[in-house]
């Protein structure tokens, strides 16, 4: 959306603010004003006199006002298995699911992407993305379907178009019937990137390639994934260094481990981030930070799959970039982004530097600006700063949950969950008092309900 000659502008006052800006900037009590889909500035203190077309007034009081959160991976066809294989680790899990994924079509993976993105946006996610890697036979349109739920929901999004090609015939863990061919898997995600990707600074839909993980992707579609992501000018993204068996995986079947795999494959690089990183030694670490490669930090599904602890602390350290992730929701059922920022400051406290690991402000940055870094869109969210583009949220801190704490960042990273009480995505208000504004939750719960029932009874009868 171009700015238009004459600015609508919405004012709002009277909040704390955290910026997440290069400084860290607060302020206690400071005011926001959007100009059409942009901030057009932000400051301590009442918005300056004599604004003209101004069509709405917020008064803020008792909000931190923060930027919209960043979803770094997710798999949004999970939300109609949640609950399911409860007690298994990452392999296990995968190979008790892979079946009835195998079975999703069209209308299944609309309603799963529509409770996905409202779950996360109701609770302050502003931009989000969707790892989709499984793409049945005569499944339908599921990118379009996808990428359809998000423009319907008003939130700005990133599709990963994933892949798998190496099954169990050729040592992947996946079973044949759930596989494309690599050629079939190359030309859909080109196709896809052609038809939705926009590269603009106010882009609500960006695409990019993502073949799955080494054990379940021919080293052919992992080094021509990269080759056509770095042709097409978009980015890549997959999983690595999950668990202990992927790390034996890899030096069985590759004689080295993930990270080095990655890097022979060409799978390295600015314009790359990867979801987990959890078993990463020094050498690893430094290669992801020579090469700025992006790291998707899902602290609650490594936990429920007992993948262990993402080294957070070493790699900020080091200066690669991290953003937070919920993964898929068949790994960490909750959906929600907010929550993460707590969980990634609690877990990496259970990690090597204890109490040192994060602090509060470290987590709302991984939630923000590292996941707008990761997605490649640093230029244009993730902190609040005149001239970037109006993704906010205003959390509501006087209630019973908060107000007994000091410090607005603390209250939301520490505190409870935060009600938000509205967020806003390019300008426009998607969330009023925990409730979408566009579209209808209540369906959506019907739906998703409806659409689990029927994959649990496709699946059984197969
Ligand atoms: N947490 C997850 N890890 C994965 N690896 C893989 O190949 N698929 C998945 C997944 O769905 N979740």
Same mark, same amino acid.
């Given at each position: 959306?171009?700015?238009?000659?004459?600015?609508?502008?919405?004012?709002?006052?009277?909040?704390?603010?955290?910026?997440?800006?290069?400084?860290?900037?607060?302020?206690?009590?400071?005011?926001?004003?959007?100009?059409?889909?942009?901030?057009?500035?932000?400051?301590?203190?009442?918005?300056?006199?004599?604004?003209?077309?101004?069509?709405?007034?917020?008064?803020?009081?008792?909000?931190?006002?923060?930027?919209?959160? *960043?979803?770094?991976?997710?798999?949004?066809?999970?939300?109609?298995?949640?609950?399911?294989?409860?007690?298994?680790?990452?392999?296990?899990?995968?190979?008790?699911?892979?079946?009835?994924?195998?079975?999703?079509?069209?209308?299944?993976?609309?309603?799963?992407? &529509?409770?996905?993105?409202?779950?996360?946006?109701?609770?302050?996610?502003?931009?989000?993305?969707?790892?989709?890697?499984?793409?049945?036979?005569?499944?339908?349109?599921?990118?379009?379907?996808?990428?359809?739920?998000?423009?319907?929901?008003? +939130?700005?999004?990133?599709?990963?178009?994933?892949?798998?090609?190496?099954?169990?015939?050729?040592?992947?863990?996946?079973?044949?019937?759930?596989?494309?061919?690599?050629?079939?898997?190359?030309?859909?995600?080109?196709?896809?990137?052609?038809?939705?990707?926009?590269?603009?600074?106010?882009?609500?839909?960006? +695409?990019?390639?993502?073949?799955?993980?080494?054990?379940?992707?021919?080293?052919?579609?992992?080094?021509?994934?990269?080759?056509?992501?770095?042709?097409?000018?978009?980015?890549?993204?997959?999983?690595?260094?999950?668990? +202990?068996?992927?790390?034996?995986?890899?030096?069985?079947?590759?004689?080295?481990?993930?990270?080095?795999?990655?890097?022979?494959?060409?799978?390295?690089?600015?314009?790359?981030?990867?979801?987990?990183?959890?078993?990463?030694?020094?050498?690893?670490? @430094?290669?992801?930070?020579?090469?700025?490669?992006?790291?998707?930090?899902?602290?609650?599904?490594?936990?429920?799959?007992?993948?262990?602890?993402?080294?957070?602390?070493?790699?900020?350290?080091?200066? *690669?970039?991290?953003?937070?992730? *919920?993964?898929?929701?068949?790994?960490?059922?909750?959906?929600?982004?907010?929550?993460?920022?707590?969980? @990634?400051?609690?877990?990496?406290?259970?990690?090597?530097?204890?109490? @040192?690991?994060?602090?509060?402000?470290?987590?709302?940055?991984?939630?923000?600006?590292?996941?707008?870094? *990761?997605?490649?869109?640093?230029? &244009?969210?993730?902190?609040?700063?005149?001239?970037?583009?109006?993704?906010?949220?205003?959390?509501?801190?006087?209630?019973?949950?908060?107000?007994?704490?000091?410090?607005?960042?603390?209250?939301?990273?520490?505190?409870?969950?935060?009600?938000?009480?509205?967020?806003?995505?390019?300008?426009?208000?998607?969330?009023?008092?925990?409730?979408?504004?566009? +579209?209808?939750?209540?369906?959506?719960?019907?739906?998703?309900?409806?659409?689990?029932?029927?994959?649990?009874?496709?699946?059984?009868?197969?």
């Amino acid at each position: 959306m171009a700015p238009s000659a004459a600015p609508q502008r919405i004012v709002i006052e009277n909040a704390a603010i955290a910026t997440v800006d290069a400084q860290d900037t607060e302020y206690a009590s400071g005011h926001l004003v959007v100009a059409d889909n942009r901030i057009e500035s932000i400051g301590a203190g009442p918005a300056p006199e004599g604004l003209e077309n101004v069509v709405r007034r917020i008064d803020a009081t008792g909000h931190l006002i923060t930027p919209g959160l *960043v979803n770094t991976h997710h798999h949004f066809y999970q939300w109609i298995t949640r609950g399911l294989a409860t007690d298994h680790n990452l392999f296990n899990w995968l190979v008790a699911l892979y079946p009835t994924w195998a079975r999703i079509d069209e209308p299944m993976v609309r309603a799963a992407a &529509q409770g996905s993105l409202a779950m996360m946006a109701r609770g302050g996610v502003t931009t989000a993305m969707d790892h989709h890697y499984v793409y049945p036979q005569g499944s339908g349109d599921l990118s379009g379907a996808i990428i359809g739920a998000a423009r319907d929901m008003g +939130v700005r999004f990133t599709l990963a178009r994933g892949s798998m090609d190496r099954s169990e015939k050729d040592g992947g863990l996946p079973p044949d019937f759930a596989v494309e061919t690599t050629e079939g898997a190359l030309a859909a995600t080109e196709e896809t990137v052609k038809k939705h990707h926009d590269a603009s600074f106010d882009a609500m839909t960006q +695409v990019a390639v993502a073949p799955c993980s080494p054990f379940s992707i021919s080293t052919e579609l992992l080094r021509e994934g990269a080759a056509l992501g770095r042709r097409l000018g978009v980015r890549m993204h997959t999983h690595g260094s999950e668990t +202990v068996e992927e790390e034996k995986f890899c030096h069985e079947l590759f004689g080295m481990g993930p990270t080095d795999y990655f890097e022979s494959t060409g799978f390295l690089g600015e314009d790359v981030w990867m979801a987990h990183c959890v078993h990463m030694n020094d050498s690893d670490i @430094a290669a992801f930070a020579r090469t700025k490669t992006g790291v998707a930090h899902c602290p609650s599904s490594n936990a429920r799959l007992a993948a262990g602890i993402a080294r957070v602390p070493d790699m900020l350290a080091a200066g *690669v970039p991290v953003g937070l992730g *919920v993964d898929g929701t068949a790994s960490n059922e909750s959906g929600e982004l907010h929550t993460e920022l707590r969980n @990634a400051l609690l877990i990496n406290r259970l990690g090597a530097h204890k109490e @040192a690991a994060l602090n509060a402000r470290q987590a709302l940055r991984l939630g923000t600006y590292g996941g707008a870094q *990761v997605l490649g869109r640093a230029g &244009q969210i993730g902190s609040l700063e005149a001239g970037k583009l109006a993704d906010f949220v205003l959390w509501k801190i006087d209630g019973i949950g908060h107000s007994s704490i000091a410090d607005p960042v603390t209250a939301i990273v520490f505190g409870a969950a935060a009600p938000v009480t509205a967020s806003f995505v390019n300008g426009k208000q998607i969330v009023e008092a925990n409730r979408l504004l566009t +579209v209808d939750e209540e369906a959506i719960a019907r739906d998703t309900r409806a659409e689990a029932q029927r994959l649990a009874r496709i699946a059984a009868s197969a």
